[in-house]
């Protein structure tokens, strides 16, 4: 089954302890990205990735790092996390390509940083 | 940056048709109109895409007027389960791929 799978589903930690969100697909889609969910701020992109070691900023990348080392996969990092990142998170991946806005979404990290 | 508005929350009853309208003004030449649902605590979901006229799959229809300045997302005979937030993009195309920008989307309330 074509999905991508994020882990954990949720998280509680405390304040400057090293977190690392995982992310992975089985479609050979080119293209990952991370996303943070608030509400009444809505999904703002954290950071995107076009291909295997090409990554690059979305619209609020700080306090967060990312890596593609594989293809397949997509881990966030937070390498000192602060209560302000407490968020609900989504990695998606799709094809790259013109006019291609087909996206498919992880089930979600419900992130809580006390 | 195309910029899309829609009606913040909609509430419709089982079995009816709901159309939800997106108006987006600055759409430019190369975008693409995209709807995702989304139910609560679940990553959102791609509905439809088009670019011009009308679109129809298995879940819904998308209109699309000859300007392109607006787009109706159509829900054929809604079920209790259709009762999400549905958001309207229009692709940024920035290298060979759309980015993909929410809005706050629709909440659509469906009742028995």
């Known amino acids: 089954e074509a999905q991508v799978t994020q882990n954990p589903r949720y998280l509680i930690t405390v304040t400057g302890k090293k977190l690392t969100v995982t992310c992975s697909q089985n479609?050979?889609?080119?293209?990952m990205s991370w996303y943070r969910q608030d509400p009444g701020l809505g999904l703002r992109q954290i950071y995107y990735s076009m291909n295997v070691e090409v990554t690059d900023k979305g619209d609020v990348p700080e306090g967060y790092k990312v890596s593609r080392k594989e293809k397949r996969n997509f881990p966030l990092i937070l390498e000192s996390p602060s209560p302000n990142q407490t968020s609900l998170y989504f990695c998606?991946?799709?094809?790259?390509?013109?006019?291609?806005?087909?996206?498919?979404f992880g089930q979600g990290t419900r992130l809580t940083v006390v | 940056l195309a910029k899309t508005t829609q009606p913040i929350s909609m509430d419709s009853y089982e079995g009816q048709e709901v159309n939800i309208t997106c108006s987006h003004n600055n759409i430019a030449t190369n975008d693409y109109i995209t709807w995702y649902q989304q139910f609560p605590s679940q990553g959102p979901r791609f509905i439809i895409q088009g670019y011009k006229t009308k679109v129809t799959n298995e879940v819904a229809s998308l209109f699309i007027p000859a300007d392109r300045k607006s787009s109706t997302l159509s829900l054929p005979r809604v079920s209790l389960s259709d009762t999400a937030v549905y958001y309207c993009l229009v692709g940024e195309n920035s290298g060979g791929y759309n980015k993909l920008i929410f809005g706050a989307g629709t909440r659509l309330a469906v009742h028995p």
């Open positions: 998606a991946s799709s094809f790259l390509g013109t006019g291609n806005t087909e996206a498919f």
């Open positions: 479609m050979n889609h080119e293209y």
